[in-house]
């Protein structure tokens, strides 16, 4: 494959046109949180884990079914690796929450059937917290939770 000056000058010009009109709002959004089925954006504005609990319907009850893997000392806390595993039936959904994020809900994976909810992902964490893993099970909240301390903050800190 070999490209002229020109060939490289104009796709950098049709990328740069295209960076502009995505910038201007000028193309159709294709994928935003907001538009998606089952979007509750109450959820994600919940300031604890209380409130969690209250818009997303259950009764919270600790339990052993469901486990959380994170580290014991985060040293930074813009990449927390985070786990969580659900050993109830019916899981219909997991989430992450962290007690003293500025909005605790930092995390939400809605399973299906052929779902296993076992998921793994990275969260920010503003400083030393709980980290709560949720699973959703029929009108139940089940949970477990962890302590993470970080030394080094990510939500602004």
């Known amino acids: 494959m070999n490209q002229t000056r020109r060939q490289v000058m104009q796709i950098g010009a049709g990328a740069a046109a295209l960076g502009v009109a995505a910038t201007a709002g000028l193309m159709p959004n294709i994928a935003l949180a907001a538009d998606a089925p089952g979007w509750n954006a109450p959820l994600f504005e919940a300031k604890s884990f209380a409130d969690v609990a209250k818009i997303w319907g259950g009764t919270p009850t600790e339990s052993t079914d469901v486990t ?23 899981t219909t959904a997991l989430g992450i929450v962290i007690e003293k994020n500025p ?30 893993a949720v699973a959703k099970v029929g009108d139940k909240l089940l949970f477990s939770k962890k302590e993470i301390k970080v030394t080094l903050g990510g939500c602004g800190g």
């Open 68 to 90: 959380i893997i994170g580290p014991d000392i985060a040293e930074n806390g813009a990449v927390v690796p985070v786990g969580l595993k659900s050993n109830a039936a019916g």
């Open 103 to 132: 909005t605790s809900l930092a995390a939400l994976f809605n399973m299906t059937d052929a779902s296993v909810p076992n998921v793994a992902t990275r969260v920010k964490m503003a400083q030393t917290s709980n980290v709560y």
